[in-house]
T-cell receptor
Framework: AQSVAQPEDQVNVAEGNPLTVKCTYS??????LFWYVQYPNRGLQFLLK??????LVKGSYGFEAEFNKSQTSFHLKKPSALVSDSALYFC???????????????FGGGTRLMVKP | DSGVTQTPKHLITATGQRVTLRCSPR?????VYWYQQSLDQGLQFLIQ???????AKGNILERFSAQQFPDLHSELNLSSLELGDSALYFC????????????????FGEGSRLTVL
């Protein structure tokens, strides 16, 4: 089975500073990787995905992620953090069931991002 | 707004009871997924349906069951409820299920928060 790990439970950053939220993956074959954000009492919102091609993927709200095959990482980044970016961030990998029966996303444990004014 | 609708948003019930959570997927999406989000277990995949058929099962308890109807809405039934079933239950949808097409991102509803007292 595919898996992702988010090594940090929480990341603190000052507004205006660059932010990085880390994710490492373990997959067989080519990974399909995703980032989602969850605001308080809301559902998960899709931010971006890596399927193939450019290692730097651009997504919503100014976020981007860098795919690094040698380090099996897919870190989420933003050049300048906003207080409104404070939320719970999830990395995910697509997992496919045997015989193509179905597929799902397997999520990491989540990282809480706190951006302070 | 993801286009996925879940009802009810909040539900409080007692141990031993049975509840039904409802999900309407995005227009045109054939696949519906159910996830459970709890503090200690993170986001856990429960079950996937595609065009009315069960396709994949995750860590879904025998006390839980789901179905997808001809109009593509889905219901998750939780019975003999225990305190530990208190969680946020998410429904998500995607347009396809096969590995030969699509890129696998899911679109999540706002969730149904279940509290078992």
């Amino acid at each position: 089975a595919q898996s992702v790990a988010q090594p940090e439970d929480q990341v603190n950053v000052a507004e205006g500073n660059p932010l990085t939220v880390k994710c490492t993956y373990s997959v067989s074959g080519n990974p399909y990787l995703f980032w989602y954000v969850q605001y308080p009492n809301r559902g998960l919102q899709f931010l971006l995905k890596y399927i193939t091609g450019d290692n730097l993927v651009k997504g919503s709200y100014g976020f981007e992620a860098e795919f690094n095959k040698s380090q099996t990482s897919f870190h989420l980044k933003k050049p300048s953090a906003l207080v409104s970016d404070s939320a719970l961030y999830f990395c995910a990998v697509r997992d496919i069931f045997p015989n193509n029966a179905g597929n799902m996303l397997t999520f990491g444990g989540g990282t809480r991002l706190m951006v302070k004014p | 707004d993801s286009g996925v609708t879940q009802t009810p948003k909040h539900l409080i019930t007692a141990t031993g009871q049975r509840v039904t959570l409802r999900c309407s997927p995005r227009s045109g999406d054939l696949s519906v997924y159910w996830y459970q989000q709890s503090l200690d277990q993170g986001l856990q995949f429960l079950i996937q349906y595609y065009n009315g058929e069960e396709r994949a099962k995750g860590n879904i308890l025998e006390r839980f069951s789901a179905q997808q109807f001809p109009d593509l809405h889905s219901e998750l039934n939780l019975s003999s409820l225990e305190l530990g079933d208190s969680a946020l239950y998410f429904c998500a949808s995607s347009p396809i299920t096969s590995t030969s097409g699509g890129t696998g991102e899911l679109f999540f509803g706002e969730g149904s928060r279940l509290t078992v007292l």
